[in-house]
């Protein structure tokens, strides 16, 4: 998946509930990145959600927060696909 601030590598599923056009994945960090201290999380990592949303332009009116919903991305096949455990 591709945003205009990042790219992410996940593993996408087709299901009737969601609507056509749409993506959904829980919020998370990844578990990943140097220095994180957290050995228990990263022993199961995930992809980063957080990378792929604009926190310097789209932000809440209110509270000054990135906007995590309606985030637009593109989707395509990565060359090889990871192992998901």
Do not use: K
Not at 5 to 24: N, Q
Not at 59 to 72: C, D, I, K, Q
């Amino acid at each position: 998946m591709t945003s205009s601030t990042a790219a992410v590598t996940a593993e996408l599923r087709l299901d009737e509930d969601v609507r056509s056009g749409v993506a959904t994945m829980p919020h998370g960090w990844g578990h990943t990145g140097a220095g994180l201290g957290t050995a228990r999380a990263a022993s199961t990592p995930g992809a980063n959600y957080n990378a792929l949303v604009d926190d310097t332009e789209r932000l809440e009116a209110l509270t000054n927060s990135p906007v995590f919903n309606g985030v637009r991305i593109d989707v395509a096949p990565t060359a090889s696909r990871p192992q998901i455990p």
